[in-house]
């Protein structure tokens, strides 16, 4: 049984940085990547950023180009989410998915999710 865990969110000030990090285990996964959605209150779940397990491939939504980076640790099938320059309308529950198929944007093709992290940036 797959299963993704989350860590790393907390609380920081405007102009802050944090670091998600999500461990997946039950699988060894070697076509399609982990990507990193989230979801503000009140608002729709939103891609943030994904990368492929094997290969260069990376995508990012427009919010978080030039301050997140997205990163992985195949020996430890580990994706990791580095925020940087965090702004208060980065708050959100921040969810890591799986997906088995090619790199995509779209909720509709990551079959794993993880629980969720919550991430809250003060002004």
């Known amino acids: 049984q797959v299963q993704l865990v989350e860590s790393g969110g907390g609380v920081v000030q405007a102009g802050g940085s944090l670091r998600l990090s999500c461990a997946a285990s039950g699988r060894t996964f070697s076509r399609g990547g982990m990507a990193w959605f989230r979801q503000a209150p009140g608002k729709d779940r939103d891609f943030v950023a994904a990368?492929?397990?094997?290969?260069?491939?990376?995508l990012y939504a427009d919010s978080a180009k030039g301050r997140f980076t997205i990163s992985r640790d195949n020996a430890k099938n580990t994706m990791s989410l580095q925020m940087n320059s965090l702004r208060p309308e980065d708050t959100a529950v921040y969810y890591c998915?799986?997906?088995?198929?090619?790199?995509?944007?779209?909720?509709?093709?990551?079959?794993?999710w993880g629980q969720g992290t919550q991430v809250t940036v003060s002004s």
């Open positions: 990368k492929e397990w094997t290969g260069g491939t990376t």
């Open positions: 998915a799986v997906t088995t198929i090619g790199l995509t944007a779209a909720q509709s093709s990551y079959v794993y």
